[in-house]
């Protein structure tokens, strides 16, 4: 079922047509041999600067390669992993992979880009949050591989932070203080307290790909536009870097950039793919 359309990118299994075939269950109970087994695998999606187009890293997307399902997405499976536990293992193995990705890149074109560090982003779910080996775990990867914390950010949503009290802060704090990147991914589809934003220890902040999406109607609508142009206006006056998910468009590329987003990720640049994929993107233009 996992088509790999052009290149060696793969086309994700269709969750509706699998739904009857795959139960929930039945891959709850075979995630763990999988693990052990090396069915997951990682694809890399570029994060582009808006402003030049160059690149400066890319974020990591994990997928399960199921013996008998193909290939299936995120969705399918880490809430199921969350529920196990699974997750915790599972999101120390990402990590580990992606840090020791971000290392090849490095070493191949130096550890910063037009764009600022060359850097790996790796998603957490709330349950790593919560995990009491979360910064321990993450100290000890970026000192095995030799990798600078600013080689690596954290993506946490929106809604694992909402009402977070300061024991929920802590391990990201201490994460932000050695210099990893903390982002805050979705951002705009929960109901957080804008002034809120102060309080955690962010510095980038993900705007939802329905933003994106309302970029897409000509003209876009004028109340989407001015929401867009007031995060922005707030998150750059709290020193915070604008990144836009999920853009297909030049016209949105094109729109976000005027409403002084900073970087960007999406299709119209770079699907998910293999590491080496980076290498054919403007990553080398972007050091010189
Ligand atoms: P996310 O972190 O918000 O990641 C962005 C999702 O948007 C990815 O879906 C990506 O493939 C997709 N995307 C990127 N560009 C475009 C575009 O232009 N158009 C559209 N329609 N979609 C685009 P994916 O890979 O299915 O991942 C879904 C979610 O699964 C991620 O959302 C993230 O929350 C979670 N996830 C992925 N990898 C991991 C992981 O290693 N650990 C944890 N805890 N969660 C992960
Ligand atoms: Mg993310
Ligand atoms: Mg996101
Ligand atoms: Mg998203």
Redesign the pocket.
Known sequence: RAKSAGGNRYE?ADPEADARVITRHGLTTALPAALERGEFFI?Y?PLVHLGDGSVHGA????RWLHPQHGVL???RF?PLAEHTGL?VPL?RW?LEQSVRQARVWRERYGESTAAGPLRIN????PC?LTHPGLVQDTVDILERTGVAPDALCL?V?ESALIGADDDLLKPLRRLAEMGVDIAL??FGTGYSNLANLRRLPVSVL?LD?SFTQSMQRFPADPVDLKIVEGIVALAHSLDLTVTV????TGAQAEQLRILGCDTA????YA??GPPERLHELALVDATG
Not at 59 to 62: G, H
Not at 122 to 125: D, E, M, T, Y
Not at 245 to 248: I, M, R
């Open positions: 994700l694809e999606q974020e990591a997307l994990v997405g995120p969705d880490i997750i999101g990402v790796v998603n957490l779910s790593q993506e949503t991914d979705d993900k790909r998910e999920g853009v297909e990720q999406g299709w119209y699907r998910p």
